[in-house]
């Protein structure tokens, strides 16, 4: 796997899938390594994935200094796969926690940026409120499941600050399109893989600017593509709206029935929505 070295030494690594114009992908979690993104339904046969592997995940070394987990002490790394590379300006997609990053990334280097694709982000970075309310309408939407009854109670102790040893894992369902082994594995798998000390450390006090980082995306440059899915409890579409007003050049796209995965909800409309908000069909 390719590595190269972040400023302050650490050897970080990224992997590679497809042919075309590189795409750099930053993986969510937040702190697990971009394994999970496989070839995002099949983006792969359009552009070159190039996926980060997050300092202290994957294939990456662990920092010396683990403050350095911090989300906004990570926009150096982020500039150093873009030299790497040798890229004057790259094409950053993002997907969940990643997108906090890569608005940090945005907002420090506007002008690195050609374009921006924030699939499903969350919202710390930007400073946006989701309310229970909006969690819960989501959650309704799926109100035909076997589990949903489960689920949504499980739910409501979540909000309500009652939340149970399992009730995670009982919400797990509305993140996926349909709740079978093999979203199980993915889940399983995506625990596994997370570095929990350094998801402890992303967003400790000081890494984020909210103010600060909306000044910088209203006068952002670039277009930016904002996909969201239609029954995504973790980025509800009511907010991700509001997300992309943030942007003078935004393009609001939710992706039907998906859930926090949309790639690999309906991998042929996802990638039918990136590829041509690539193509310049904003």
Wanted: glycine share 10%; with cysteine.
């Amino acid at each position: 796997m390719p590595t190269f070295t972040a400023p302050d030494g650490t050897r970080l690594a990224h992997r590679g899938a497809g042919d075309g114009p590189p795409l750099i992908c930053l993986p969510g979690g937040p702190m697990q390594s971009a394994a999970y993104l496989g070839d995002l339904g099949g983006l792969d046969a359009h552009r070159r994935l190039v996926g980060l592997d997050p300092r202290g995940t994957g294939e990456s070394a662990v920092p010396a200094d683990t403050v350095s987990y911090r989300c906004d002490r990570q926009v150096d790394d982020v500039e150093a796969l873009r030299a790497h590379l040798g890229l004057d300006r790259i094409d950053l997609l993002a997907h969940s926690a990643g997108a906090n990053l890569a608005l940090l990334y945005a907002a420090r280097h506007p002008d690195r940026v050609a374009s921006l694709l924030l699939i499903t982000p969350s919202v710390y970075a930007a400073g946006l409120e989701i309310t229970a309310e909006d969690r819960l309408t989501t959650a309704r939407l799926r109100a035909g499941e076997p589990w949903f009854a489960t689920g949504y109670a499980a739910l409501e102790a979540i909000t309500a600050g009652r939340a149970g040893a399992d009730s995670w894992q009982l919400v797990a369902p509305f993140f996926h399109a349909r709740w079978d082994e093999d979203a199980r594995a993915f889940d399983e798998a995506g625990e596994k893989d997370k570095n929990q000390e350094a998801a402890a450390a992303y967003a400790a006090e000081g890494s984020f600017d909210p103010a600060a980082t909306r000044r910088s995306l209203a006068a952002f440059p670039s277009p930016v593509l904002l996909l969201a899915g239609e029954h995504d409890l973790g980025a509800p579409p009511r907010v991700m709206r509001e997300f992309a007003e943030l942007f003078p050049k935004a393009a609001f796209v939710v992706q039907p029935g998906a859930g926090h995965f949309p790639w690999r909800d309906d991998p042929e409309r996802f990638v039918t929505a990136v590829t041509q908000f690539l193509a310049g069909g904003r």
